[in-house]
Structure formats: structure tokens, C-alpha cells
């Protein structure tokens, strides 16, 4: 991994590692409509512009179709699940599940879409190791009461859709650019969601929101909606789709340490066992493989 590749990966890591601890500092004051709606509306204003100077509008209209699933996939589903979520689980626990999306990633380029490495036997031992992991998590906690099954169900969807959405982008809109890609797909996600808070927001704002909900809506807007997907897309270029999704390493990092420290959110039997579980599967089921040698290709 190159220097600006290694850079990428920290830089997205911390942006999408932040939301969690924002996320659930906006829950004190907004509705969940209106947290999801704001901040990709905050983010589709900051990158359109761009991408209508840069002439990328247009073409990226194109595929339209491709955008609005990306934007399902991506935004429309997982920002309001896991936002929903955190009203009644932790915000490190968010963190910890979207550690999954590595090897459901490797499972699924594995298993549809012919990836030899995914197939690999360190890979699948990763992929056993790391649903271990989850069911360590999820079976500890639930049986002691730490955590409850449906929130951990929430994020757990979130997981899989963000796992999906960068291949299918990869796949369906090969040629569109990554700045154009998420600004078009914020916009979508905005007008998507435009009718819920037009209910949701008046009263929102009736009840009086504290000052730091709404600069967490900033935050979750500018940095970890805008910035963050052009990072992604930058970072997806120089290591592909499959291990950008490494960067949940970081996300979970910088999640349960703003989590514990600033949340007073314990770490539970439930996690301490877990996380290496998964956190060592996640690994195993990401890394990049390099081909078998043949007779043509080995070494001499």
C-alpha cells in the first residue's frame, strides 16, 4: 500500500469513525428523519457545485439508476438504521458490527462475482472467525441484558448494505467519477427524504435543539458526508473496493474511544470477547491474495 493510499485509509477511517459519537450527540435533539435528511442535504450543497463547475452533472445523470441504488445501498437504508440504533445501543457497538462488512464483502466477491482470493482458505478461515466474533457479541450481551436483538438487527443490515454498495458501484458505474457519484447521491437521499422532515424538523426545532446538536449535524454533514466519500472514493482507486472496507478497523478505533470516553459507554463481556474475533476475521477475510504460482509465472 503506497503512502497516499496508507494517508487515504486514516483519513477516511477517523471521517466515518466520528459519525457514531456525533450521531448519538444529535439524537439528544433531532428526530432521526431529520438527522439523516440534514446532513446529506449539508453534504449535497457543499459537493454540487463542484461537480456542476467540473461538468461531471450531466453524465453522472446518465446513470441514474445505478446512483439510486448506490444511494439505497449506502445512504438511504444505513443512515437510518443505524441512526435509529443508537438510540437504544451504543454508539461503540455501532462501530463494532460495521467491522463485519470486510468479510461480508470477501463472502460476497467470493461467492457471486468469482473472486479467487476471496475463495482463499486464509479467507474463509477469516470469514469463520469473524461471524464467530458477531455471534460471541450478540449471544453474550443478549443473554445478559447489555444489549437488545433488534437495534443489533438494525446494524447488522447497515453492515450488509455497506458492503454491497461500493461493488455494485464499481460494477454498474465503472467510468463515473466518485466526487460526482456522492454528490448526485446525496441530492437523491435529500429529496428522498425531504418529506419526513418537513413533518419531523418544525417540531425538532420547536423543542429548542442545544447548540452541539447542531454542530454535530454540521460535522455529520461536511466532514462525514461530503469529504468523507470523496476520501472513500480516492482510497478505492488506489486499493479497490474490497480492501477499502478495511477502514472499519479505524471506524471502530475511533468510535469506542470517543464512545467510552466522552459517553461513559462500558465495554462489555460481549465486546471484550468479540472484537478480537472479529477484528482477526475481518483481517484474514480482507487481505489482499496474491496469485498462485504456475509453471508460466514462477519464479526462477
Sequence with gaps: MSRRAILLFLAVGVAWGIPYYFIAVANES??????????????????????????????TLKNWRGVLLFATLEMVGP???ITE??????????????????????????TFLGDRAARHPATITGLVIGFVGVFSLVGIDALSGAIDIVPVAMLAVSAVCYAIAPIAAGRTMPN????????????????????FAMVSLPADIAKGPELGGWASIVVLGAVSS????VLFFELIKHVGPRRATLITYINL??????GIVFLSEPLTTGILIGLPLVVVGSYLAGRDRPPKATRHNRAV
Design 30 to 59: 433531532f428526530s432521526t428523519p431529520s438527522i439523516v435528511w440534514l446532513r446529506v442535504t449539508i453534504g449535497a450543497l457543499i459537493l454540487l457545485p463542484i461537480v456542476i463547475y467540473r461538468g461531471d452533472f450531466r453524465e
Design 79 to 81: 443512515w437510518y438504521l
Design 85 to 110: 440504533a443508537e438510540r437504544t445501543t451504543a454508539s461503540s457497538l455501532a462501530g463494532l458490527m460495521m467491522t463485519t462488512i470486510p468479510f461480508i464483502a470477501a463472502f460476497i466477491t467470493g
Design 176 to 195: 463515473v467519477s466518485g466526487l460526482s457519484l456522492s454528490a448526485v447521491a446525496l441530492a437523491m437521499v435529500s429529496v428522498i427524504y425531504a418529506p
Design 226 to 229: 461530503a469529504i468523507a466519500f
Design 253 to 258: 478505533l475511533v468510535a469506542s474511544i470517543l
